[in-house]
């Protein structure tokens, strides 16, 4: 596996340079900074490490272009990257370039948000956990004030409007689960327990919404549907599904050391092992290899429950060899290609990015690599929106 992760990340550099990806945290060059620098810590590779400081300078120079300030898709997340380059290479010019695109962030808040979402993947939320994550506490907690303002009751709790149409969308990607997570993290940091219980009365809203109690844990998309004709009531991944949902209930049950989010983890865990993927049962069932929207991501869950529960790594092991049968290996590299059903061709182009290419799928085949050698649990770079693990034999017994 860890010389499949060499010819993934060769590719991925090799890929990388002048290509159109951009220079974002989902599919550009903050995110691939990002792996690199997890490679470097994993191999004790200096050219990965060169590789990254490379990547850093040009995030740098393309901070005076970039419009955009949110996490995923933005400033906050090139500050992310540039921060993590400071802190692992002790490389100053980018430490100065994050102080320098966070500046501009927060001299585009207009009083509530950045732009007409209003969510962790383009808005707010984003905004403050990649703020908190870069340390800036003072940003963190200027971008999820205005939730304070704008929740609107439910029958559940409360839920907010995260896009300029009627539909509410319920999980992190997009809805009210990233408004938790980002409420949540920045009421613990910031000592305001009025943001964590926000962000619990929201959390309540998403957990009434469940279809698939008691054993199971699923709610829909969204609420109106939201472009029904593209997007399936129900997915299983991180970005709208219980994979995801299970990493605020983690975050929750950390925070709060209520044995009831504990739980709601491990309704999630029961749907999403029940669910068949990795097997593509059906046409658009599961066709994303990535960390977003694909096995990567559940393999990071995975290996989460094994650190802190104690769980076997029987169902990590079957993610894992799945993303390892599904690469293309030849003499260009290692990479994968996720699956669109509804287009011919329906295989599609392979990408560097984290969210549906190499540097997602390669942070997680990396960590998993060391999980099972006892090498070590943690990522090299923690990621803004993922719940660092509590060993097991330190947890308070619940």
């Not at 550099?13 to 690199?36: K, M, N, P, Q």
């Not at 929207?293 to 799945?322: I, N, S, W």
């Amino acid at each position: 596996m860890e010389a499949l992760a060499v010819g993934a990340v060769d590719w991925m550099i090799e890929s990388a340079r002048g290509a159109e990806a951009g220079h974002t945290l989902y599919s550009g060059g903050a995110g691939v900074v990002l792996a690199l620098l997890e490679a470097e810590r994993h191999f004790r590779d200096d050219r990965y490490g060169d590789a990254a400081l490379r990547g850093a300078t040009d995030l740098a120079a393309a901070i005076g272009d970039e419009q955009d300030c949110s996490l995923y898709f933005g400033l906050t997340g090139t500050a992310v990257a540039l921060r993590a380059v400071h802190r692992l290479l002790g490389d100053d010019a980018a430490d100065r370039a994050a102080d320098q695109a966070l500046s501009i962030v927060r001299s585009r808040f207009d009083g509530q948000r950045w732009g007409d979402m209003f969510e962790l993947l383009f808005g707010n939320a984003g905004i403050a956990l990649g703020a908190l994550h870069a340390g800036d506490l003072d940003l963190a907690v200027l971008a999820v004030r205005p939730y304070l303002d704008t929740a609107d009751p439910t029958p559940g709790g409360v839920n907010w409007a995260v896009r300029p149409s009627p539909p509410r969308s319920h999980h992190i990607a997009h809805g009210t689960l990233g408004i938790v997570y980002a409420l949540a993290s920045v009421g613990a940091a910031a000592g305001r327990d009025d943001l964590i219980e926000l962000a619990l009365a929201g959390a309540a809203d998403v957990v009434s919404r469940d279809e698939a109690g008691p054993a199971g844990f699923l709610v829909p998309h969204s609420d109106p549907p939201h472009r029904p004709e593209l997007i399936e009531r129900y997915s299983y991944g991180w970005c709208n599904g219980p994979a995801g949902d299970a990493q605020v209930f983690r975050l929750l049950g950390n925070l709060t050391e209520d044995p009831a989010w504990t739980a709601l983890g491990d309704r999630c865990r029961h749907t999403v092992t029940h669910s068949g993927l990795p097997r593509r049962v059906r046409p658009g069932f599961w066709d994303n290899n990535g960390r977003c929207c694909g096995t990567a991501g559940v393999l990071a869950l995975a290996c989460d429950r094994h650190v802190e529960r104690g769980e076997p790594l029987d169902f990590a092991q079957m993610l894992a060899d799945d993303l390892v049968s599904r690469a293309t290996v030849d003499a260009d590299g290692v990479r994968w290609s996720n699956h669109e059903h509804r287009a011919t061709p329906s295989t599609l182009e392979p990408e560097v990015g984290w969210a549906m290419g190499n540097a997602g799928i390669v942070r997680e085949l990396l960590r998993y690599a060391r999980i099972t050698t006892g090498a070590s649990s943690s990522y090299a770079v923690p990621w803004p929106d993922h719940p660092a693990t509590v060993q097991a034999a330190f947890r308070n017994p619940i």
